[in-house]
């Protein structure tokens, strides 16, 4: 059985479809065969143990392992919104639609302004007037508008953590994006900023379609509708059981994950 996937019936519409996907580092084989759809305007969480390959697929969906040398990929991602074939050729357009939110905040070293400006002016978003209603719009989408509104031109490093870590999910929002990525979002935070981080994407799910990676089985319990299972099975990284968050954690059905969801 453990070289087996088990779903659940998710009937909802399929987002993000990957089908049969596989990572390679060099000779090294991280990911395997993982096919798995996406539904729109949710919460998808990634769980398993270390090193079982949840970066490395996530990484996939907005193209970040082409800065990974002798990162190969195989298998099908396709979008359900635009063409799936000119999105993944076009990396800049590609990660304008699909955000990115990492473990650490990772502010850049200017003003809390540029820091939203800079993802703009990058895309080709140059009207003062647009520039500064998607600030304003992204600030508040996390909550973060009345904390800084009178001191956008101030250093975003000088931002408690949590703050700095919404002002880079509003870096990613200020674009628009359809999908957000989440690896690891609150790894590096307090449990009131974790707990504001969730409140986020609970709320952020109703308009955007969100994949996250957590090693926290609570949170993954706590925000997220849809849950896939990774297991390093023979050395490689594959995609083991997914299905409706509540019945994986309430009813699993593969041995491995039944393992797992005891530390839960």
């Not at 298998?75 to 990660?95: A, H, N, V, Y």
């Not at 994006?177 to 979002?185: A, Q, Y």
């Not at 594959?238 to 409706?244: A, D, H, N, V």
């Amino acid at each position: 059985m453990a070289g087996t996937v088990t779903h659940l019936n998710t009937a909802a519409e399929g987002h993000i479809e990957i089908q049969d996907l596989s990572v390679s580092y060099g000779k090294r084989v991280v990911v395997e065969g993982v096919s798995l759809r996406v539904p729109r305007n949710s919460v998808t969480a990634l769980i398993g143990p270390s090193g079982c390959g949840k970066s490395s697929l996530l990484h996939c969906l907005n193209r970040l392992n082409d800065l990974v040398p002798e990162c190969s990929v195989s298998g099908s991602i396709s979008f359900s919104w635009m063409d799936s074939k000119r999105l993944l050729k076009d990396p800049t357009q590609l990660r304008r639609q699909v955000g990115m939110l990492f473990q650490r905040p990772n502010p850049f070293p200017f003003s809390i302004r540029k820091n939203l400006e800079f993802a703009l002016r990058q895309h080709g978003i140059k009207a003062r007037d647009e520039i500064n209603a998607r600030i304003e719009a992204s600030l508040k989408e996390v909550g973060l508008w009345e904390e800084v509104h009178d001191r956008l031109d101030g250093p975003a490093l000088a931002l408690s953590g949590g703050q700095q870590q919404r002002l880079c999910l509003a870096r990613a929002l200020v674009l628009g994006p359809e999908v957000l990525l989440m690896d690891e979002p609150c790894s590096a935070l307090d449990p009131i900023s974790t707990q504001t981080i969730e409140a986020l994407i609970s709320s952020l799910s109703q308009r955007r379609t969100i994949v996250l990676v957590t090693h926290s089985l609570s949170q993954a319990r706590r925000v997220a509708d849809q849950v896939a299972v990774f297991w390093k099975v023979e050395g490689v990284g594959r995609l083991i059981e997914c299905g409706k968050a509540r019945e994986v954690f309430e009813r699993p059905r593969h041995e491995l994950t039944q393992a797992y969801l005891q530390f839960a």
